[in-house]
Nanobody, 123 residues
Framework: QVDLVESGGGSVQAGGSLRLSCVAS????????LGWFRQVPGNEREEVAA????????RYADAVRGRFSISQDTAKNSLYLQMNSLEFEDSAMYYC????????????????WGQGTQVTVSS
């Protein structure tokens, strides 16, 4: 059973856009925190954007603020990441994740993870 399934990654030129999608099971989608993370081989995984479904608060990494946007479609149990003005440094494997309960602070432990979707930006 796969709890979170990402899609929408691909190869794009710098300045382009991509929209990542993540479909979750109803149980997972009802989690307190939903977020997008990314990881480059050899580096630690970093939070890109996160939303607190209880308060509707949204947080973005400094590197993507103003270019990326996180959103949800509750009817589809889906989480999205709209990525505009992509830069070479945005190239990474992107993961969506869910934290069932507890505050959605940066660095919080997430309980469920997707398998990831690769984003490659050419300069």
């Amino acid at each position: 059973q796969v709890d979170l399934v990402e899609s929408g990654g691909g190869s794009v030129q710098a300045g382009g856009s991509l929209r990542l999608s993540c479909v979750a099971s109803e149980y997972i989608y009802s989690s307190r925190c939903l977020g997008w993370f990314r990881q480059v081989p050899g580096n630690e995984r970093e939070e890109v954007a996160a939303t607190d479904t209880a308060t509707t608060a949204v947080r973005y990494a400094d590197a993507v603020r103003g270019r990326f946007s996180i959103s949800q479609d509750t009817a589809k149990n889906s989480l999205y990441l709209q990525m505009n003005s992509l830069e070479f440094e945005d190239s990474a494997m992107y993961y969506c994740a869910a934290r069932r309960s507890g505050a959605c602070y940066k660095g919080a432990r997430y309980d469920y993870w997707g398998q990831g979707t690769q984003v490659t930006v050419s300069s």
